[in-house]
């Protein structure tokens, strides 16, 4: 129970790192002297110092560390990246106990800086809280066991069941609330797609701009590259990707164009694509046949859907359906009501 105590608050640290270490993972450390907290730490920001070196930066008397445990949330890289291997750091430090949530699938990793801590003599503990470590870094644990980013699908449709009106008309479905909560969720992922239809007929923004945060790497699927220029996804403002079939256009720093190859599976092409960008999570905004395109390709991980208790349209395109989901909460916001579905074919079994 000790551990686990730790380990809980190590994981809460890591989660102070949401949205700003991609494509690292979140991580937490905590280090602990006979009982008692002298150290915490985590990873801030993708090409800062990492949980570990932040945790033991903050020990005011280094000749405790080694008497004390360690707990982290991911098992110690051991490979020079941004920043040299931390389980040199926990070594030269004269660490001899860790306690580890879970290993690290990235096979620059993958056991390795357990194996370094065990060569040293140290004494290794993992798999503390494993489940909870897996949900808070499904993101990166789906990037490096699956091959493409963690997908999740967001959508607004009225009472009756509609994501538009008739002739695909643009109307103003979930309230400010849920507006809100959107905003926060895109500054928590690192890329945002829709599709040519909602791309034409409303013109997002795909910002962060009722939300304090970076804004997601945006990406658009034009086939015949027939979307007009004037569109807000074109502005340069933010990092964007178009995929086509076409010859691609000028490339700009802020707008980049891949022609994807004819005959071969769009979505499979267009996945390759972003995880050879280290593309962790891709958050979906529609419209519906994209929407339900990742749905029969089984590409998707968690859906969520604004349900509106107010609009009813009667005619329109019909929402997507959720075969193969499980429901995993329904709340309330305003005149909306959020239902947050996960892909039931798609646990987290990494």
Same mark, same amino acid.
Request: net charge neutral; aromatic share 8%.
């Given at each position: 129970?000790?551990?686990?105590?730790?380990?809980?608050?190590?994981?809460?640290?890591?989660?102070?790192?949401?949205?700003?270490?991609?494509?690292?993972?979140?991580?937490?450390?905590?280090?602990?002297?006979?009982?008692?907290?002298?150290?915490?730490?985590?990873?801030?920001?993708?090409?800062?110092?990492?949980?570990?070196?932040?945790?033991?930066?903050?020990?005011?008397?280094?000749?405790?560390?080694?008497?004390?445990?360690?707990?982290?949330?991911?098992?110690?890289?051991?490979?020079?990246?941004?920043?040299?291997?931390?389980?040199?750091?926990?070594?030269?430090?004269?660490?001899?106990?860790?306690?580890?949530?879970?290993?690290?699938?990235?096979?620059?990793?993958?056991?390795?800086?357990?194996?370094?801590?065990?060569?040293?003599?140290?004494?290794?503990?993992?798999?503390?809280?494993?489940?909870?470590?897996?949900?808070?870094?499904?993101?990166?644990?789906?990037?490096?066991?699956?091959?493409?980013?963690?997908?999740?699908?967001?959508?607004?449709?009225?009472?009756?069941?509609?994501?538009?009106?008739?002739?695909?008309?643009?109307?103003?479905?979930?309230?400010?609330?849920?507006?809100?909560?959107?905003?926060?969720?895109?500054?928590?992922?690192?890329?945002?797609?829709?599709?040519?239809?909602?791309?034409?007929?409303?013109?997002?923004?795909?910002?962060?701009?009722?939300?304090?945060?970076?804004?997601?790497?945006?990406?658009?699927?034009?086939?015949?590259?027939?979307?007009?220029?004037?569109?807000?996804?074109?502005?340069?403002?933010?990092?964007?990707?178009?995929?086509?079939?076409?010859? *691609? /256009?000028?490339? %700009?720093?802020? $707008?980049?164009? @891949? =022609?994807?190859?004819?005959?071969?599976? #769009? +979505?499979?092409?267009?996945?390759?694509?972003?995880?050879?960008?280290?593309?962790?999570?891709?958050?979906?905004?529609?419209?519906?046949?994209?929407?339900?395109?990742?749905?029969?390709?089984?590409?998707?991980?968690?859906?969520?859907?604004?349900?509106?208790?107010?609009?009813?349209?009667?005619?329109?395109?019909?929402? *997507? /359906?959720?075969? %193969?989901?499980? $429901?995993?909460? @329904? =709340?309330?916001?305003?005149?909306?009501? #959020? +239902?947050?579905?996960?892909?039931?074919?798609?646990?987290?079994?990494?």
């Amino acid at each position: 129970m000790t551990d686990e105590l730790y380990m809980r608050r190590a994981l809460e640290l890591a989660r102070l790192g949401s949205g700003y270490t991609y494509p690292n993972p979140m991580v937490g450390c905590v280090i602990v002297h006979e009982g008692r907290i002298i150290g915490e730490g985590w990873h801030r920001v993708f090409g800062g110092p990492h949980a570990e070196v932040n945790a033991i930066a903050s020990v005011q008397d280094k000749s405790l560390l080694p008497q004390s445990r360690v707990y982290v949330t991911l098992e110690p890289c051991s490979h020079f990246g941004k920043t040299p291997p931390c389980a040199d750091l926990l070594i030269s430090s004269g660490v001899r106990d860790v306690v580890i949530c879970n290993t690290d699938p990235n096979p620059k990793v993958a056991g390795r800086g357990i194996k370094k801590l065990f060569d040293a003599g140290a004494q290794v503990k993992v798999g503390v809280l494993e489940s909870e470590g897996l949900e808070l870094n499904k993101r990166f644990f789906t990037f490096h066991t699956r091959k493409r980013p963690y997908i999740l699908l967001k959508w607004a449709e009225s009472a009756d069941g509609f994501i538009s009106g008739p002739n695909n008309q643009q109307v103003q479905i979930s309230g400010p609330l849920s507006r809100r909560l959107v905003h926060k969720w895109r500054s928590e992922e690192q890329t945002i797609m829709v599709g040519s239809h909602t791309a034409a007929g409303d013109n997002p923004r795909l910002d962060t701009r009722f939300w304090p945060g970076h804004s997601p790497l945006r990406v658009v699927i034009d086939r015949k590259l027939q979307l007009p220029a004037h569109l807000h996804l074109f502005d340069k403002s933010i990092p964007t990707v178009v995929y086509t079939y076409q010859q *691609p /256009g000028e490339q %700009h720093e802020n $707008l980049q164009y @891949v =022609q994807l190859r004819e005959g071969e599976p #769009l +979505l499979s092409q267009l996945m390759q694509d972003l995880h050879q960008r280290q593309v962790l999570s891709l958050l979906v905004e529609g419209g519906t046949y994209l929407l339900k395109s990742l749905l029969k390709e089984n590409l998707w991980d968690e859906a969520i859907c604004f349900k509106s208790q107010a609009l009813v349209l009667r005619e329109g395109t019909p929402a *997507p /359906g959720m075969a %193969h989901s499980q $429901l995993l909460e @329904v =709340q309330n916001l305003g005149s909306d009501r #959020l +239902l947050h579905y996960q892909n039931s074919m798609s646990e987290l079994n990494f």
